[in-house]
């Protein structure tokens, strides 16, 4: 059972239009996390929310942002995608507790047109 | 900056022989490492981990080494199967959190 659900698989967007990632979650964890992820490279961290505190790594753009409503979901935002957005971006959650490691989302990947 | 980085980009494998995938870090701080395979359209799953005060931890058919001296960690695979072709990542946890720095990654080819 898919425990950290990201939606969609794949997500075509234009040039400067906004968009919009999700993921959900149903292990009730604190902690959730955004990365994004470019053909052939690691899983850089974005940012991550422990419950409702936001923590922004300082050389994420300022055209990502995120919300997380509530403990289940949270969304990425790009607010004007360029070409070099292009990326697989990916969800983890965890507790907040140094043993837990984040269990990662199968990823949504984003194509700029 | 302090970074986790990986040797080799590709490896290619004959199926059934074993494979050995490096990793470099230079944040001697580090104390808990962790390995990730990550198959194609797939998020990055855990393998095995090792904690600063080990130097070898084993898992089925896995092994991780960890040599505090030259700041190395290797992954090891016993008898290579096609289900283990993937990207194989290093990563760190810092010391103060829960946050990943991740390695380079390398691609591992199984060949029949």
């Known amino acids: 059972d898919a425990m950290v659900i990201q939606n969609p698989r794949y997500q075509v967007t234009q040039f400067g239009k906004p968009v919009t990632l999700s993921c959900s979650q149903t292990?009730?964890?604190?902690?959730m996390y955004w990365y994004q992820q470019k053909s052939s490279q690691a899983p850089k961290l974005l940012f991550h929310?422990?419950?409702?505190?936001?923590?922004n790594e300082a050389d994420t753009p300022d055209n990502f942002q995120s919300r997380r409503p509530n403990t289940s979901f949270c969304f990425l935002d790009i607010r004007s995608p360029g070409l070099g957005d292009a990326a697989m971006y990916l969800c983890?959650?965890?507790?907040?507790?140094?043993?837990?490691?984040?269990?990662f989302g199968n990823g949504t990947r984003l194509t700029v047109t | 900056g302090e970074s986790v980085g990986l040797h080799l980009p590709t490896l290619s494998v004959q199926e059934g022989d074993n494979s050995i995938i490096n990793c470099a870090y230079s944040?001697?701080?580090?104390?808990?490492f962790i390995w990730y395979k990550q198959e194609s359209g797939k998020g990055p799953q855990f393998i095995i981990d090792?904690?600063?005060?080990?130097d070898k931890r084993q898992g089925q058919r896995v092994t991780v080494l960890l040599n505090k001296t030259v700041k190395h960690l290797s992954l090891q695979i016993a008898a290579t199967q096609p289900g283990d072709s993937a990207v194989y990542f290093c990563?760190?946890?810092?010391?103060?959190?829960?946050?990943?720095?991740f390695g380079g990654g390398t691609r591992l080819m199984v060949k029949p």
């Open positions: 292990l009730n964890h604190n902690v």
């Open positions: 929310y422990y419950d409702k505190d936001f923590n």
């Open positions: 983890a959650t965890s507790r907040l507790d140094r043993k837990d490691l984040p269990h």
């Open positions: 990563a760190e946890k810092d010391g103060a959190g829960n946050m990943l720095t």
């Open positions: 090792i904690r600063s005060n080990m």
């Open positions: 944040n001697s701080a580090s104390d808990y």
